[in-house]
């Protein structure tokens, strides 16, 4: 079942439809209280939400879902015409795993919504992956340093766990940028390398594990593991 909680109706019926007639079972809602009076029922198994709402904003409704235990891992798509830079980090880091600016086609829609269910699916084994002194474990969204655990914003963790999957491995920025946050910025957005500064200082000595190598990308040292 896949949630869409937008107020243009014809944006919305066009999405349920589509949804419906694509393989999956959609549900749509033009308003959050409506949209949360059925989250009371039952959950689905996807959201696809817009920003711009009446009564509360989608920005702080992903935040709630985030802060609640039963809600944190429930895949959200972002649906918006707020398509900046700026706003695409605020949505990605307020915990979003997709963000699609419209206008939008119905295909693409469709083909992100399959691949967020695949990466999404149930059965994820509780592999550790570790470096100098890391433990990530990303069925459990888990990180210690140094046995100590580690707070993480939603982008940060998947960068932490891109990186640390493949020891040794460099990742051009454009790599770094399009597997963690699905898609390129622009050539002068000093989005990634604030996220790498940002965790390194959260990690404290282990987060030297991150290295950077200079006009390529980013890696984790292969002779910490």
């Not at 079942?1 to 919305?12: P, T």
């Not at 798509?77 to 699609?100: C, F």
């Not at 987060?207 to 890696?219: H, M, P």
């Amino acid at each position: 079942m896949i949630y869409v909680l937008e107020d243009d109706n014809s944006i919305r019926e066009l999405v349920v439809y589509t949804l419906n007639h694509s393989g999956h079972e959609a549900q749509g809602f033009g308003l959050p209280s409506q949209f949360w009076a059925q989250m009371a029922k039952a959950a689905p198994d996807l959201l696809l939400l817009d920003i711009m709402l009446p009564e509360q904003d989608g920005i702080e409704i992903l935040k709630q879902l985030r802060a609640e235990p039963a809600t944190r891992k429930l895949p959200v798509i972002m649906l918006t015409a707020k398509g900046s830079e700026y706003d695409r980090v605020l949505g990605l880091d307020s915990g979003a795993d997709d963000y699609i600016p419209k206008p939008f086609g119905m295909m693409e829609l469709v083909a992100r919504v399959n691949a967020l269910l695949r990466r999404t699916a149930p059965g994820e084994q509780a592999v550790e992956y570790k470096a100098a002194g890391l433990t990530v474990c990303p069925a459990r969204h888990q990180v210690l340093a140094n046995g100590k655990p580690v707070t993480l914003t939603h982008k940060e963790f998947e960068l932490l766990s891109l990186l640390i999957q493949s020891p040794g491995i460099v990742f051009t920025r454009e790599q770094l940028l399009r597997e963690v946050w699905g898609y390129t910025f622009d050539a002068e957005s000093r989005t990634l390398d604030v996220h790498v500064r940002t965790l390194r200082q959260k990690l404290g000595e282990c987060g030297s594990c991150i290295e950077t190598v200079r006009g390529s990308g980013y890696r984790i040292r292969e002779n910490d593991q």
